[in-house]
């Protein structure tokens, strides 16, 4: 695992900071001009008068100190100008990329980007035969998806974001154990590099067995909560995955510990056009969740915002839930439903595609109830998905209706359990889901004993 990366320099481009540059000294301006002008006429008097009497000398001293204080407040006013503009100053962050589509938007690119290359190769470990599984200390499953993938991003990363920390599910130990394992990986990487070429300039390449284990295992970053930071979880639903069922590629970016971009990649969901599969979800904080075919060119293809389903009571709407009954409590799941009057069947889905199918609209509430209340929630499991439901008018909460706290490391040590709903009945849900939590599992317990 990697140590801990330096501190994430700025990463808007000097044009940028040029027109930002322009565009604040400006504002600076416009702020003196219209904040002074009432402030110049006693000058004006003062100058009129000569010979100067008491009264025009202390109006004068007034215009000035009044003049200078208007001047020092103009600062703040370009700068708020600035901000409403949407242009960006360096920030204790570090920085968000600034292009044509505002801020964020290459950080969106490049991520987009890097999930479907790395769907590429998860759809190709998908149809074979050989996936490679590993059992790993958690007992939980990986597979030469996993690890392709991982690589695959993480080389996309560090070509476009090199300062940036990166947070991901998997480390190179297993391959490095078992060269077998790892040439497999590296055919995988190579065979999908071959077949999707272009994008070097954003995404890099992988030129071996050698560069793949380094980039798999620089996602052991510790600290979710300052500067930059990546997660990925490169096959999230690996069980899903090996079974047939849905899983998801999903990557987000952390500023200061709140997530401001998010991508998801759901390869076997249904696609956005009769006979397609797969679908590309992002989201920027602020600026809503969009859509695209997960294949294809997708610089040339048309992003379609996507809305919840804005339900005004529970009881219209239907659940969602993951397959792994050892991963959420169906049993309390279906409690809540009855007591929200949902009548409708669950829909089981592994992985983040549950959040994907909720932001689409085919869906409306995702439960998510602990089977033991010792288990810990994984960032890179929830960092992408929640802020795709978020942008798409929906809400993310913890079992006891807490915000979740991506501050707080690799896992979310502060919150219980996971439901996402639509705003319009967020507060509906949270009722009963709370109810149900604190009969089940007892009060919550005070933060940071968990
Ligand atoms: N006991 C448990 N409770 C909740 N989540 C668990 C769990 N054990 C594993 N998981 C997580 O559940 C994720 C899959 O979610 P779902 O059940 O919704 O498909 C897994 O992601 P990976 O498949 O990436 O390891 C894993 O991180
Ligand atoms: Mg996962």
Known sequence: MCAKRPRTPPTSTPINTNINAVLFSLAVCLGILFTIAPYLAPCFVDFLLLPTTTTTLLLHRASVSVCSYRVASAIPFARRFCSNSKLQFSSRAGSRTMASGGAYARERRVAELAVQRAAVLTRAVYSSRV?????????????????????????????????????????????????????LVWDAVSTALSASPGHESDLGSVTGQGQMLEFIDKGGHTDSATGRVWALDPVDGTKGFLRGGQYAIALALLVDGVVQVGVLGCPNLPGLNEGEEGVLLSAIRGQGTVVKPLSGDLDAAEPRKTTMNA??????????????????????????????????????????????????GRGEIYLRLPTKMTYEEKIWDHAAGSLVVGEAGGVVADMYGRPLDFTVGRTLRENKGVIAMPRQIAEEVKKAVLDVAVEHYGPPPPKSSL
């Open 311 to 360: 339900i005004t009571v529970a009881s219209e709407g239907g659940f969602c839930e993951g397959v792994e009954s050892g991963h959420s409590a169906h049993d309390v799941q279906a409690r809540i439903a009855g007591k929200l009057g949902i009548t409708k069947a669950p829909v089981q889905l592994d992985s983040q595609a549950k959040y994907a199918s909720i932001a689409l």
């Open 131 to 183: 996936k490679g599984t590993v059992t790993k200390s958690d007992a939980s499953p990986v597979t030469i998806a996993d690890f392709g993938a991982q690589a695959l991003v993480f080389s996309a990363l560090d070509k476009s974001f090199p300062s940036d920390n990166i947070i991901g599910e998997e480390d190179s130990a297993d391959l490095r154990e078992n060269n077998d394992l790892s040439s």
